[in-house]
């Protein structure tokens, strides 16, 4: 059996020397190709592979036709927008994912880009604390439940909006639910973006949500560029000059963005969120296991496709 683990963003050395040795551990063979230019190499590399492992890689039809042993995709991570299920599952394949294995990656990046926007990104001139301001989570799973845990001893006062979630689940953890979009952001200086891109999710925030923001509201988008509406947005930012928006990874206008806006808007220049030593040795070595426990006992707990 051969495992290949295609990631045009590398993980860190030590999570890829980890993921190696489960699969060589239990005798299957293993094939790395990282920073690949052309998805003729993904086709060339996947042709006689028996399990994927794969980030933000597209993984569409095309690969799949040319992966004709394939039995198994474990994106290493949470979202599987990048993978087309449909395909997968007409040709048989298994489509798994990791959750919760980068959440606490990506909840900090939320801070970090949280203190540079309300410091002025770190122009010089006087900003603001996040102590005591209020933050509106947007959809509390795996990483919005780290973003409350870390928001919590900042002193921020927390509230969420799920509509899959269990209210009790936020009260346990401190967090205030919401039931509404309109008071999820009309009720918060700060929200931070926690949904998937689906078809309802996509180009879902835009003008009418930002411009309902406090004076002073600041977007922080780590989930996905898709849910945003850039039109709407952009001219959200025009209206409302006390508005910020920070994102990890640009959105389609970003330049003009950051020509119009400057100093309101920061974007990272490559998804940054899970690109920490430790949230690629802990989905990393999750997908090789689902790999090898699927290809061993058919073990297919995470499955997201039908
Ligand atoms: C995820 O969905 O898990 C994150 O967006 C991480 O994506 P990445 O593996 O491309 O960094």
Do not use: W
């Amino acid at each position: 059996m051969k495992v290949l683990v295609a990631t045009e963003k590398p993980f860190a050395s030590i999570a890829v020397e980890g993921i190696r040795k489960e699969i060589e551990n239990v005798g299957f063979e293993f094939e790395l190709l990282e920073k690949y230019q052309e998805k003729a190499d993904l086709l060339r590399a996947v042709a006689d592979a028996d399990a994927l492992i794969v980030r933000s890689d597209k993984v569409d039809g095309e690969v799949f036709n040319a992966a004709k042993n394939l039995k198994i995709v474990v994106r290493a991570g949470a979202g599987y927008d990048n993978i087309d299920l449909v395909s997968a599952t007409e040709h048989g394949v298994s489509v798994q994912n990791t959750p919760g294995q980068n959440s606490n990656a990506v909840a900090e990046l939320v801070f970090g880009m949280a203190i540079m926007a309300v410091r002025n990104m770190y122009s010089g001139t006087s900003g603001t604390e996040l102590k005591s301001k209020r933050l509106g989570i947007h959809a509390f799973g795996q990483v919005g439940r780290n973003v409350a845990r870390i928001a919590k001893g900042f002193g921020m006062d927390v509230s969420a909006l799920d509509p899959y979630c269990p209210d009790s689940v936020m009260e346990e953890a401190g967090v205030t639910p919401i039931h509404s979009l309109d008071k999820l952001y009309s009720e918060n200086e700060v929200v931070s973006l926690h949904i998937p891109a689906t078809s309802e999710t996509k180009g879902s925030v835009g003008y009418e949500l930002l411009t309902k923001m406090p004076k002073g509201g600041l977007l922080i988008n780590t989930a996905r560029k898709e849910v945003i509406d850039e039109d709407g947005l952009l001219k959200a930012l025009e209206e409302r000059p006390d508005l910020k928006y920070v994102a990890d990874v640009k959105p389609d206008n970003a330049g003009l963005l950051e020509e119009k806006f400057s100093g309101r808007v920061f974007f990272t220049p490559k998804k940054t969120g899970a690109q920490t030593a430790e949230a690629n040795i802990n989905a990393g070595i999750a997908a090789a296991c689902q790999c090898v426990d699927f290809l061993l006992n058919g073990t297919d707990k995470f499955r997201v496709n039908k």
